[in-house]
């Protein structure tokens, strides 16, 4: 099964912990994103990446890091930092340049408790 | 900095009727403009996008760029038409591969 995918499905974390989110394509693409999606926000833009071992913060980077270190591989830690972090979660990929299609995976939904 | 607006958080038609769902974008450069869709249960998808200028699933939409629109059309809804649609905005021709998008306008069409 070939795309992206993103795991885990659900998350549950207390207040104070850090948390790692994984996504993984097998396309190929050279750029890999990472969106926040709230209910009545859209998608906002958290990292992105246009080649390993570069990325650039997007509109909401406050509270989050990535690392990108492999080119399938792009990891989401939601640090402490993050004032509201319970939310949803999608990943995508694309091949370079503005006009292409990104690829989202399943998403993953994150509970603070 | 680019926006994009879509001012319909809800939209309810009849199957069988017309449907349009709007979208403005602010961009001051050369935009590229995307319709995502996401039904239920399943991942954000793209449905369209302006360079490619075609009608998928019927749906079409043209960028006014007079209007800074990029509307998406479709003559005559189907009950499976029913999802979230998402107007997304990238720069065209540099190497800004950010994508905007709007807050999205759920659609359900009525039997």
């Known amino acids: 099964d070939g795309g992206i995918t993103q795991s885990p499905k659900y998350l549950f974390r207390k207040e104070g912990q850090n948390v790692t989110l994984s996504c993984e394509q097998n396309l190929n693409h050279d750029a890999m994103y990472w969106y926040r999606q709230d209910p009545g926000q859209g998608l906002r833009l958290i990292y992105y990446s246009q080649i390993v071992n570069d990325f650039q913060k997007g509109d909401i980077a406050e509270g989050y890091s990535v690392s990108r270190e492999k080119k399938e591989s792009f990891p989401l830690t939601v640090t402490s930092a993050q004032k509201n972090p319970t939310a949803f979660y999608l990943c995508?990929?694309?091949?370079?340049?503005?006009?292409?299609?990104?690829?989202f995976g399943p998403g993953t939904r994150l509970t603070v408790l | 900095a680019q926006r994009v607006t879509q001012p319909e958080k809800l939209l309810s038609v009849f199957k069988g009727a017309p449907v349009e769902l709007k979208c403005n974008y602010s961009y001051s450069g050369s935009p590229e403009l995307f319709w995502y869709v996401q039904y239920s249960r399943q991942r954000l998808q793209l449905l369209l996008r302006h360079i490619s200028r075609e009608s998928i699933k019927g749906f079409t939409a043209d960028l006014n760029k007079g209007e800074t629109s990029f509307h998406l059309k479709k003559p005559f809804a189907q009950e499976e038409d029913s999802a979230m649609y998402y107007c997304?905005?990238?720069?065209?021709?540099?190497?800004?591969?950010?994508?905007?998008f709007g807050k999205g306008t759920l659609l359900t069409v009525n039997p």
């Open positions: 997304a905005l990238s720069d065209s021709g540099g190497s800004n591969y950010k994508l905007t």
């Open positions: 995508a990929s694309s091949w370079r340049g503005g006009y292409n299609e990104q690829f």
